[in-house]
C-alpha cells in the first residue's frame, strides 16, 4: 500500500466510524460479560474500559477534523498512546491470569477526587474485584488475551497511519492546515 492511500485513510469517514464503533462495540462486550454473563470487572479491566473510552472520543474528534492535517496528526498521536496504555494495561492482566506478574490490585482507580468516574458512572466504571483471572471468550482465549492482541494491532496501524501522515506528499489535499 503506498503512502498516499494511507494517508487517504486518515481522511476517510469509514476509518473513524470503524473506530468508534469498535470502541462502542469493545464497552457493549465488556457490560455484557459483567451484567449477563456476571463477570465483574477488576481494577485493570475498568482502566482499559477508560482507555476504550478515549479511544471513542478521540475517534469522533478525528471524524470532525479528518481534513486537517495537523489535528489528524495529534489525534492519531493520541490515539497512539491510548493504544501503547492498552497494551501496558493488557500486559498486566495477562501476567496476573497467568502468574508471571506478581502482584495485587485494589478496589481504587487511584484518580483525584475531581474526576470520580467511578462514582459519576458507577454501572460501567466502578471496580467489583481484585485481579485473577479474566473469562474465556472463544476457541479457549481469554479476554487477557484478546485484549493483547487487539491492542498491539491498533498501536501498530496507529503507528504505520503516523508514519505515513508525517510524510510530505503532493496530491493529498489537506484542507485548511
Known amino acids: 500500500m503506498k503512502i498516499m492511500d494511507l494517508q487517504a485513510v486518515v481522511i476517510s469517514k469509514l476509518f473513524w466510524l470503524v473506530l468508534i ?24 479491566c475498568i482502566h482499559v474500559r477508560l482507555l476504550i473510552a478515549a479511544m471513542i472520543i478521540l475517534a469522533t474528534t478525528g471524524l470532525f477534523l479528518r481534513n486537517k492535517k495537523v489535528f489528524s496528526w495529534i489525534i492519531i498521536l493520541l490515539l497512539l498512546l491510548v493504544f501503547i496504555t492498552m497494551i501496558d494495561r493488557s500486559y498486566q492482566l495477562l501476567g496476573t491470569e497467568r502468574g508471571f506478574f506478581i502482584g495485587s490490585c485494589s478496589m481504587d482507580l487511584g484518580f483525584p477526587a475531581w474526576f470520580a468516574i467511578d462514582k459519576w458512572l458507577p454501572w460501567i466504571f466502578a471496580v467489583k474485584t481484585t485481579c485473577g483471572y479474566t473469562p474465556v471468550i472463544a476457541f479457549g482465549i481469554t479476554m487477557a488475551e484478546a485484549l493483547m492482541g487487539l491492542s498491539i494491532v491498533l498501536a501498530l496501524l496507529a503507528t504505520v497511519l503516523l508514519l505515513a501522515i508525517s510524510k510530505r506528499r503532493k496530491g493529498l489535499n489537506f484542507r485548511g492546515l
Request: net charge negative; with cysteine.
Open 21 to 44: 464503533l469498535l470502541g462502542f462495540a469493545l464497552e457493549a462486550t465488556a457490560l455484557y460479560y459483567q451484567y449477563v454473563l456476571q463477570e465483574p470487572p477488576c481494577i485493570v
